[in-house]
């Protein structure tokens, strides 16, 4: 599998990125998972729902499926801060291409999303991780690069970018899993 990250400050675009990105692979006839981080709080249950119902039993781990889907709840009993590497694993083997949201300071190879807009700083001068940036506005980058610049708006040519490139992105999981 392939895996590449999509990091970048809350409002430079990654989840509109990532989404037309999951698209455009999916059209290509590759099967594609997404990580995503969340915030502490996030919840994807519903009061009231069997799933719920038994979590808040105290379950430590809920599945619930049916034909067409599967779904893995796990509630830690203490915070645990499980690595990017750590929910890769968790994914289905057979996937082309996984994308992951969030985890900035990861140590994938990724892709940085910057808005001028946003008025916040870049972090591919401090980041060898980070291999090209997809940016609305490029001219306003506020340091030069040598990394490849893509149009954020263009997520036809940010995933020929990454087929193009595939190689660089074969993911072998750290030797710690």
């Known amino acids: 599998m392939k895996v590449v990250g ?3 400050y809350s409002g430079a675009g990654k989840t509109t990125l990532v ?7 999916r059209h290509r006839g590759l099967r594609v998972s997404v990580v995503k981080h969340a915030h502490h709080s996030f919840d994807i249950d519903h009061p009231g729902k069997d799933s719920y119902r038994h979590r808040e039993a105290g379950a430590f781990e809920v599945v619930v499926a049916s034909n ?17 590497h750590h929910l890769i694993a968790e994914l289905y083997d057979g996937v082309d291409w996984v994308l992951v949201e969030g985890f900035k300071e990861s ?21 060898d991780f980070v291999v090209a940036i997809a940016t609305d506005s490029a001219s306003a980058l506020p340091q030069a690069t040598l990394r490849p610049v893509l149009d954020l708006n263009d997520a036809h040519a940010v995933a020929e970018w990454l087929i193009h490139n595939q190689d660089r992105f074969h993911y072998s999981a750290p030797e710690f899993l």
């Open 19 to 25: 989404e037309r990105l999951v698209l455009e692979l």
């Open 68 to 84: 067409r889907r599967l779904v893995l709840q796990r509630q830690f009993e203490q915070e645990a801060e499980l690595s990017v």
């Open 107 to 127: 140590d994938l190879l990724k892709v940085e999303v910057w808005r001028a807009a946003a008025n916040r700083p870049v972090r591919y001068p401090d980041d």
């Open 6 to 8: 999509f990091a970048g």
